[in-house]
Each structure stands twice: as structure tokens, then as C-alpha cells.
């Protein structure tokens, strides 16, 4: 093999991350941060990296100077060292500060905290020129406090994971410049948000539903199959970030056909940054303006309760916590019975399903949509809300 394309595959191998969290001291935190490690895995293999170790430390709260104590600082630094890692990547959110000491400690390895992980995600993902931008403007806003540690990776770094600046371009040498192209974003997307409106408004006849939940809950798979669409269905996070609206044509119980709207958005994740949450509102209008959310939760994961919960406070945040809600419990098929100390299930999917209508304010339907099971039902329950919005029987119940 020649030695350019020898060095083509070496510089194209995946980066190697390791993963780093702080359990506070309280009970059960510690499994909650294994769980938050999951899903941080599960990012950075989205973002095209290898996970190669990962370290959990207990404390009272975050070091405020490396977020780690210094004895776990010294045991990972051994550690990337011996296995020549490429990052280091930190559950939270690290302050300026943090970030130029951690960089300081691990020298030439890049230091990625949750929040620029996930932002490096929506910049590979983004497609549209809408989205480009609005991600662009969430990425000036998280590095505007952060422009000395910018300065310092452009001078010594190579690309790669974290590296990939807004709209592929090299930060702005000062803080005018970066203020200059968040205001200009801004203007850009206030008029695409303009032509939105105006679109919107001309569907104001029809019912309007709007899908959510969390990332990779099968929100688009959902879509296609209501709507014959064919919209990009990926078994990874953050698979769909543009809002798309098809027409849904079902017949009702009288054999006439309804006419509605339906719309894919994009789905919410723990410790989502804000900056993105701001940026997105004008996409997640068509969340606000819907008549009917499906909130779709994946029965297959361990974790839906919990994820269920990121779901609701992400719409109390943009200021849709009391649309009229339908509970599509997708992935049945995936579901998994937790069972007791003796290997004997305690709860079947029947139980499963049961214990949700009843616990629960909201309608709720149990489908499978990749193996088309109960997709009847679901249409059955889309419609009979829709009917009782139009008579104006149901009540907003807030999440």
C-alpha cells in the first residue's frame, strides 16, 4: 500500500472518546449517571467517534475548577495517555474556565463537554439552509464566552469531532465579529420564519397534528407510515431536524375522508442546550400551533419514564405544556418485561399497557410502527381526539 493511502486510513479511523460524569452524592446517582454515559455513548458514536473508557467519580457537586477532583483527573489522564486518545468528553456543560484547565492537564487531547457534542451533531445533520442557520446561531451563542479556548484549539487542532465551527467557517477573530453574525442569523431567520407563518396560515382549515418526543423514538417512522411519506428513518440521534408537514387523508368511521396535517420535528434529549432549545422555536412552531401532539415514547427502552419527563418540560419550556396530548407508546414489540429477584416477570405487555391508560391524563395507544402492529388503532385514536377537538369536548390537560 502506498504511504498516501496509508495516511488517507489513519487520518479517516474513528476518533477515540473518553467519557466522563460526576454522580452527586445522593441516592440512586450514581446509576443515573451510568445511564447518562448510555446515552452520551450513544452521541458520540453518532457523531462518528469510539468509545474507548469510561469513568464516573462521586462527589458533593462538580470540581469548580476541573469539574473532576484531582486524584480521577490524574487516574484519566494516565489512562488517555496509555490508550492515546483523541478526546475527552464531560457529561456536562463545562464553564470557560473549566475547559482552558482541563485543557491545560491533557494538553494536545480536545476536551468536549455535552453541550458541544450534541451542537457538532445538529451541524453534521443540518441540510436545509434554515437549519444550518439556526444551528449556526446556537453555536456563536455557546462560543461567544468561549473565544480564548477557541483561539487556542484552531491554533493546534486538526478538525475533527467538536472542531466543525458554524456554517464550516473558522470563528471570527473578536467578539464584534461573532455578535455581528448572531445578529445577522437572527434577521435570516425571522424572514424564514415570516414565509412559515404566512404558510400556516393558509393550512388554518385543516387539523393540524405535530409528532414529539424523545430523539430516536421512531417519530419519523411514525410519519411514514401515516402518510406515505419518505422521510429519513435512521436508527441514530438527531436523524431529522427540519420540521416537514405531509398530508394525512384517513377515512373516518362514515367512510368520508378527513383531511389533516401532520408534521415531524425534531426530538428532544437530556441536558438539551438552551442555545439549540432558542434557536429551534421558530421550527417547533409548528409544535405550538398544533391542535393535537403525539407524543411518542419508545416502550422498548429502560429508560422511557424518564424520558417521557424530558419531553414534558421541553414543551412547558417553548410554551406548549397544554396542547391536547396522545400518548404513542412505539417499539411494543422491543418491550422488554422487568422481572423480580427469581427471573419471573412482573408486569407483561397487557399489564404494561393497562397500568399506562390508567395512570395517565392523557389518551394512550401501543403500536409498533416499523412491524405495523396496531397502526388501525392509532389512527382510530388520532381521529376520535381530532373530532372531540373540532366539538370542542376535550380539555387541555397540562403536562
Not at 24 to 34: H, M, R, T
Amino acid at each position: 500500500m502506498r504511504r498516501n493511502q496509508t495516511q488517507f486510513i489513519r487520518d479517516h479511523e474513528p476518533e477515540k472518546a473518553v467519557l466522563v460524569a460526576v454522580a452527586l452524592k445522593q441516592p440512586g446517582q450514581e446509576y443515573s449517571a451510568s445511564e447518562y454515559l448510555d446515552e452520551l455513548e450513544m452521541l458520540v458514536h453518532t457523531a462518528g467517534a469510539n468509545t474507548i473508557g469510561r469513568f464516573i467519580q462521586k462527589l458533593d457537586k462538580p470540581a469548580p475548577k476541573t469539574y473532576i477532583g484531582s486524584g480521577k483527573l490524574e487516574e484519566i489522564r494516565d489512562f488517555v495517555a496509555l490508550h492515546k486518545a483523541d478526546m475527552v468528553v464531560f457529561d456536562d456543560e463545562l464553564s470557560p474556565a473549566q475547559i482552558r484547565n482541563l485543557e491545560s492537564e491533557f494538553k494536545e487531547v480536545k476536551i468536549l463537554d455535552r453541550s458541544s457534542l450534541i451542537l457538532h451533531i445538529f451541524a453534521q445533520n443540518a441540510q436545509t439552509a434554515q437549519a444550518k442557520w439556526q444551528v449556526a446561531l446556537a453555536q456563536n451563542h455557546y462560543l461567544l464566552p468561549r473565544l480564548t479556548r477557541m483561539w487556542t484549539h484552531l491554533s493546534k487542532q486538526k478538525g475533527g469531532i467538536g472542531m466543525r465551527g458554524p456554517g464550516e467557517q473558522e470563528i471570527e477573530t473578536d467578539r464584534r465579529g461573532l455578535r455581528n453574525q448572531i445578529n445577522i442569523l437572527k434577521e435570516r431567520l425571522k424572514s424564514v420564519e415570516g414565509q412559515a407563518a404566512v404558510q400556516r396560515k393558509g393550512r388554518e382549515s385543516k387539523p393540524r397534528i405535530a409528532l414529539v418526543g424523545y430523539t430516536n423514538v421512531g417519530k419519523s417512522t411514525i410519519m411514514n407510515l401515516l402518510t406515505k411519506a419518505d422521510i429519513l428513518a435512521e436508527n441514530k440521534l438527531f436523524a431529522t431536524l427540519d420540521t416537514t408537514v405531509r398530508k394525512w387523508s384517513p377515512l373516518n368511521e362514515h367512510g368520508q375522508i378527513e383531511e389533516c396535517l401532520i408534521s415531524d420535528t425534531v426530538g428532544f434529549i437530556r441536558k438539551l442546550p438552551h442555545e439549540l432549545i432558542e434557536s429551534f422555536k421558530s421550527t417547533l412552531s409548528e409544535v405550538l400551533e398544533a391542535d393535537l401532539l403525539l407524543h411518542v415514547v419508545d416502550a422498548g427502552s429502560p429508560h422511557f419514564e424518564a424520558q417521557m419527563d424530558v419531553v414534558k418540560d421541553t414543551l412547558k419550556e417553548i410554551g406548549a405544556g397544554e396542547k391536547p396530548v396522545l400518548l404513542v407508546f412505539n417499539k411494543i414489540d422491543a418491550y422488554v418485561a422487568p422481572k423480580d429477584d427469581f427471573g419471573i416477570e412482573t408486569m407483561s405487555l397487557e399489564d404494561f399497557e393497562k397500568s399506562w391508560m390508567a395512570k395517565e391524563h392523557h389518551p394512550a395507544v401501543f403500536i409498533s410502527a416499523a412491524k405495523k402492529q396496531n397502526t388501525n388503532q392509532l389512527q382510530e385514536a388520532i381521529l376520535k381526539q381530532i373530532h372531540k377537538i373540532k366539538k370542542g369536548i376535550t380539555k387541555p390537560v397540562p403536562y
